[in-house]
């Protein structure tokens, strides 16, 4: 089985700017989750989408948004960029949900810089 | 909101060492998982432990979890530079919310 694939790998914008990131999880998985990682901060969850609603919702602004298409397929989306949204962003898919219950498989991650 | 703290943070060490790595909770953990974080690439899963008490071995890698479900530590006998990369714990309050990941243990193992 292919992994989780993400796409872009590498993105460099500037404030303001709003940027889009996608995630294609393994063949099968029906819930995406999406984290952000940072040096201070480490993992924190985004949402997650399972059969194409948002399932959760971690503690972020409501710049960041995402979507899930009917193929599993997943964007998220942020508006307005600043310079603390550099990071690394890892989409994560399962066959059924978020938590520990599932075995979550990440992919590589987008890295986003913003200038 | 649940809170993972691991330590050490970082760690440095030579090829052939021995070392272990803790995760600590002020709250029960339902189950817990260890990932490893390589360069460039996202967390693998490589244990989940859900019983008090439990003992996971994966080769060189030994998971343990607390008799009360509030901590637990993963010890690495005989390290290689293999292993090196960015240990995290995480745990969720129930199956399906969403996972909490510790701010992980930075292993380097020279050769």
């Known amino acids: 089985k292919a992994g989780v694939t993400q796409t872009p790998r590498y993105l460099i914008k500037t404030r303001g700017q709003q940027v889009t990131l996608s995630c294609s999880p393994i063949?099968?998985?029906?819930?995406v989750s999406w984290y952000q990682q940072t040096p201070g901060q480490g993992l924190q969850f985004l949402f997650e989408?399972?059969?194409?609603?948002?399932?959760n919702k971690g503690n972020f602004p409501g710049r960041f948004s995402g979507r899930q298409f009917s193929n599993s397929r997943s964007e998220m989306n942020v508006s307005t960029l600043e310079l603390g949204d550099s990071a690394l962003y890892l989409c994560?898919?399962?066959?059924?949900?978020?938590?520990?219950?599932?075995?979550?498989?990440f992919g590589p991650g987008t890295r986003l810089t913003v200038l | 909101t649940q809170l993972l703290e691991q330590s050490p943070q970082f760690l440095s060490i030579q090829e052939g060492e021995n070392l272990t790595v803790y995760c600590n909770s002020s709250?029960?953990?339902?189950?817990l998982q260890w990932y490893r974080q390589e360069p460039g690439e996202g967390p693998v899963l490589l244990v989940t432990v859900v019983t008090g008490g439990e003992v996971k071995k994966l080769k060189r890698l030994t998971f343990q979890f607390g008799d009360a479900r509030k901590d637990s530590s993963l010890h690495i006998t005989a390290a290689q530079p293999g292993d090196t990369g960015l240990y995290l714990c995480?745990?969720?309050?129930?199956?399906?919310?969403?996972?909490?990941f510790g701010k992980g243990t930075r292993l380097s193992v020279i050769a």
């Open positions: 063949s099968g998985h029906r819930s």
């Open positions: 994560a898919s399962s066959l059924d949900g978020a938590g520990a219950w599932n075995t979550q498989y």
């Open positions: 989408y399972f059969s194409e609603t948002q399932r």
């Open positions: 709250s029960v953990f339902s189950s």
């Open positions: 995480a745990s969720s309050a129930s199956g399906n919310t969403p996972l909490v």
